[in-house]
């Protein structure tokens, strides 16, 4: 496997990681609960030592503007489609916003660690 491709695969991960903890963050509810807490703390950990994986590779500032971003985006998806949390048109649209950013930044941008 190429460093590039395992690159955005441990940042792939990275990012499930911590749409995950997250998302047990909300279940924790203010770390009462003791099994999503334990769960949160765990993949938050987890997933910060992927990330780190990935800065081997890419620049940190394309790691995690695309670790951000992501997580963004799966994150109010996971908010709308599971916890039934609404989302206005604005909340949407700036969602697109950084998904283009994103985009932009690894298609076109000679700073993600391509050519």
């Known amino acids: 496997m190429s460093p590039l491709v395992y690159a955005y695969a441990s940042l792939a991960l990275a990012i499930i990681c911590e749409v995950t903890a997250t998302t047990l963050l909300q279940k924790s509810e203010q770390f009462t609960r003791m099994v999503p807490t334990g769960g949160m703390v765990l993949f938050y950990v987890l997933s910060f ?3 780190s994986h990935s800065l081997k590779v890419l620049p940190l500032g394309v790691a995690y503007a695309v670790w951000c971003g ?12 599971v916890l039934k ?8 649209l700036g969602i697109a916003m950084i998904l283009g950013g994103v985009l932009i930044m690894n298609l076109l941008s000679k700073t993600a660690g391509h050519s």
């Open 49 to 51: 030592y992927l990330l």
């Open 70 to 81: 992501f997580g963004i985006i799966l994150t109010a998806g996971i908010g709308v489609f």
């Open 85 to 92: 949390q609404p989302l206005d048109f604005y909340g949407m």
